[in-house]
């Protein structure tokens, strides 16, 4: 069992920076893959970004060259965090952190599955105003 406690949402003009954080713990949460989903009215769940423990990172098409993921490894705790740069009114949605356990030889391409993640965090509020 994993916990996920999400941070950095918020309301930003186009072009804006916005830094999102995710605080997985729990047993064995230094394991996990940790991806950022989101999510706007009406379509699909995406993935933007995803990290695998071992470092094998997943970027979506529309947010290669200004997002950026990373994972920071704290005792017993791991933080993902999403840096966003000239975002976009399109960036507007629901973002969700998501965890699991994959294994090491888990392609790039499929970090990006959300059936995968078994853990969620509530979700936090991305608003890019044009």
């Known amino acids: 069992q994993v916990q996920l406690v999400e941070s950095g949402g918020g309301l930003v003009q186009a072009g804006d920076s916005l830094r999102l954080s995710c605080v997985a713990s729990?047993?064995?949460?230094?394991?996990?893959?940790l991806g950022w989903f989101r999510q706007a009215p009406g379509k699909e769940r995406q993935c933007v970004a995803a990290?695998?423990?071992?470092?094998?990172?997943?970027?979506a098409d529309s947010t290669k060259g200004r997002f950026i993921i990373s994972r920071d490894t704290t005792d017993d705790k791991v933080t993902a965090s999403l840096q966003m740069t000239n975002l976009k009114p399109e960036d507007t949605a629901v973002y969700y952190c998501?965890?699991?356990?994959?294994?090491?030889?888990?392609?790039?391409?499929?970090?990006?599955?959300?059936?995968?993640?078994?853990?969620w965090g509530q979700g936090t509020q991305v608003t890019v105003s044009s």
């Open positions: 998501a965890a699991a356990l994959l294994g090491r030889s888990t392609s790039a391409l499929n970090l990006a599955i959300w059936k995968l993640y078994p853990y």
């Open positions: 729990g047993r064995k949460a230094v394991m996990y893959t």
């Open positions: 990290i695998h423990s071992g470092g094998t990172t997943y970027y």
